[in-house]
């Protein structure tokens, strides 16, 4: 498949920064695809994780931010296990998305910023991810209170969804990664 990149202002294009984020040397992919053909939203994806990284490779810029694949993901890792060069692909991703709310380029099609942001609240506050509360944060954003609740008596009847707070999560540990997150940010700023 041809891959057009356009012209980006910054010369050097993400790369850096995404290596930066992530702690993932990029030069080593050699284009398997491995990891777009383990991914289970690849084939929904107009940019396949493969095909990010060679962008990225080719010093795409912030036209990357626009990628539907960076929101799609879901943060299974499988395109990470399967890489044969061990690329963490799913930490570049990852990278992709704290760049596209830093710059304000993300795509609100679908509220998954909202998601993320619903589910990093409830883990922040909780320790691991607390289903009704990460529910309640995303409808109170959304304000649609009954859009796809059709599945939620049934996951409430076979347990699939936690009614209670999780229990024995290290919430003091939780605290501390996002501090620590929240002052390295800071430090670059
Ligand atoms: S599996 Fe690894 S080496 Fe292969 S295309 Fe994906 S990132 Fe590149
Ligand atoms: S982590 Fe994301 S990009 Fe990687 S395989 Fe899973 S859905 Fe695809």
């Known amino acids: 498949m041809a891959i057009t990149i356009k012209k980006s202002k910054d010369t050097e294009g993400l790369i850096h920064r995404v290596e930066e984020i992530s702690g993932v040397d990029l030069s080593v992919c050699y284009q398997c695809k491995k990891c777009t053909s383990g991914c289970p939203v690849s ?52 990278a992709l998305r704290t760049l596209a709310l830093e710059k304000k380029a ?29 529910i309640a944060a995303y409808k109170m954003g959304t304000l649609k209170f009954m859009a796809d609740t059709e599945k939620f008596p049934a996951m409430l009847k076979k347990g699939k969804i936690a009614l209670l707070p999780p229990m024995g999560a290290d919430r003091k540990t939780t605290r501390r990664i996002f501090k620590k997150v929240k002052q390295s940010k800071a430090n670059k700023e």
């Open 43 to 94: 084939k929904l994806a107009k940019s396949p994780p493969s095909q990010m990284i060679r962008r990225l490779q080719l010093k795409a810029g912030d036209e990357l931010l626009d990628s539907d694949i960076i929101w799609m993901c879901v943060s299974c890792e499988t395109c990470s296990a399967r890489c044969p060069m061990g690329i963490d692909v799913a930490a570049v991703v990852d």
């Open 106 to 134: 993300a795509k609100q099609e679908g509220n998954v910023p909202l998601f993320n942001r619903a589910f990093l609240a409830t883990v922040r506050l909780f320790g691991r991810t607390y289903d009704i509360a990460m």
